[in-house]
């Protein structure tokens, strides 16, 4: 059985070949599928169809060097951002073709007969999962953390202790659709980076704790008003077949701006018990 050469370009061919200029079916976008007719299927991963009394078998394959007709199972960062850059959605998908008996039997090798974006693309591997979570920040949308200050009227002076700790949830469960199907997430969050709005930052290894506690503690050093906030870092695992993975990564997620304003420390005059 042959197999196609690959294009010098993901963009492979734009043309429409015997008629076939479709997108594809509502299914999984890879593998192969079978079906006499008139032109692609309307499910599964490819359509056949019969074209000049021709019946043809369809694959459709992520635009990654790895990926065949065969072999349509690897994701790249190249297949899901190609289509973006165009302003079209989906993932950018390789369709080969092959001819076929009417009984499904192949009589030829494959051709790359067009190059198309989809909505539908399953994965069919969790590494694959794991690309499209790490191609977008919105595809992992952990929780923002407010940054909560003490003094908690957000007003003290140059040189004060002000003590900061976010209200960062110690996990965070969400299922997130991601084209055509959904992934579920378990995160945590691994590390807090302080802006504290005066130029300066910090990072530490937990939200912080009210005052009394003295976990994050800034001075600030000038007068003025300042807009601090606290950017999270998470991971975790997500959930794919039934099997929990790692997502071997991780997103950062700024929190909302607070404010405090900081007044001069002005000395005075205490008389002694002779003034």
Known sequence: MGTATLPASADGPQD?????????????????VTTPGTGPGNGGGGGGGASNGKH????????CWTNGPENP?????????????????????????????PAGVPISGWDLVNTVCTNAYTPTSPAAVRTLLLSDSKFIPAPRSQTRINPSNGRTVVNAEVVFSADTPPSYSVDVPILGFTVHL???????????????????ETAGRPYPAKDIVHRYRTKGAFAPYVTVTWGG?????????????????????????IAEA???????PNG
């Open 186 to 204: 378990d995160l945590e969050p691994k590390h807090w980076d302080w802006h504290f709005g005066d130029g300066q930052s910090t990072g530490s």
């Open 16 to 32: 429409c070949d015997n008629g076939f200029c479709g997108d594809i079916g509502d299914g999984g976008a890879t593998g192969t």
């Open 73 to 101: 199972d690897a994701l790249c960062m190249g297949a899901i951002m190609s289509c973006q850059a165009r302003g079209e959605t989906g993932i950018q998908m390789w369709v080969f073709r092959r001819e076929v008996t």
């Open 56 to 63: 043809y078998q369809y694959s459709y394959v992520p635009t």
């Open 237 to 261: 695992t997500f959930t794919f077949n039934g099997v929990v993975y790692p997502i071997n990564g991780t997103t950062t997620v700024d929190g909302p701006a607070s404010a405090i304003t």
């Open 266 to 272: 002005k000395g005075h005059l205490v008389g002694g």
